[in-house]
């Protein structure tokens, strides 16, 4: 049973992880949340079963967890996307991303305003 546990925490470390560096090298807000929210739910679900299997009596507490997370995560990622739609920020790069320089930030700010 604990080598399930390992194979079910390691899933899930793999896929926090993917989802991290999803939400760094995704070039906007939509990409971003996208990228963050699909992984972090499967790395949390996978790490909870995980631990599950090590701690038997901690089941129905984790599947609340579960529960929980499942619900939450994609309604938070719609608002914030919504938000970032509604407030005309879907292209809104960071500039710290790995892919957007300073330069390339400048000229699509310069193209939506000539597009106006």
Known sequence: ??????IFLTIGAI????????IFRMPDVLNQSQAGT?????????FLI???F??????????IIVVFFLATAPISS????????IRNKEKFVL???????????VEEENEDEEEK
């Open 95 to 105: 500039s710290e991303n790995a892919y957007a320089s300073r330069d390339d930030v």
């Open 1 to 6: 049973m604990e080598i399930i546990g390992y």
């Open 15 to 22: 896929f926090l992880f993917l989802g991290g560096l999803g």
């Open 38 to 46: 699909k992984a972090s739910t499967l790395g949390i679900v996978s």
């Open 78 to 85: 719609h608002k914030i996307t919504r938000s970032a739609l």
């Open 54 to 63: 090590f701690y038997p009596a901690w089941t129905f507490k984790l599947l």
């Open 50 to 52: 995980g631990i599950m």
